[in-house]
């Protein structure tokens, strides 16, 4: 059974950080780009942060480069998301993503809201 269950959400000040994690089960993790999405409330989701399954290449949105780090783990089937001087505007459901081919897998989401 393949489960993503992502956890480190929360409430955070401006300014703030916070880490998600993403933990794999279920599938081949070390053959998969994983990747980071979020939906913020009447608003598509949007590509965050990916990281490729060979050589940890990464990209991210314009709007969170400098601030947003994406790293994963294959020994442990986790993926990272260091998020850094949070801003209000980053405030979303943030979902992580197993991607390979035509295979898609989606975690259950966890909130993350920047608000003082």
């Known amino acids: 059974q393949v489960q993503l269950v992502e956890s480190g959400g929360g409430l955070v000040q401006p300014g703030g950080s916070l880490r998600l994690s993403c933990a794999a089960s279920?599938?081949?993790?070390?053959?998969?780009?994983m990747i980071w999405y979020r939906q913020a409330p009447g608003k598509e989701r949007e590509l965050v942060a990916r990281i490729i399954n060979v050589g940890g290449l990464t990209n991210y949105a314009d709007s969170v480069k400098g601030r947003f780090t994406i790293s994963r783990d294959n020994a442990r089937k986790t993926v990272y998301l260091q998020m850094n001087s949070l801003k209000p505007e980053d405030t979303a459901v943030y979902y992580c993503?197993?991607?390979?081919?035509?295979?898609?897998?989606w975690g259950q989401g966890t909130q993350v809201t920047v608000s003082s």
């Open positions: 279920g599938f081949t993790f070390s053959s998969y780009s």
């Open positions: 993503n197993a991607h390979r081919g035509q295979s898609d897998y």
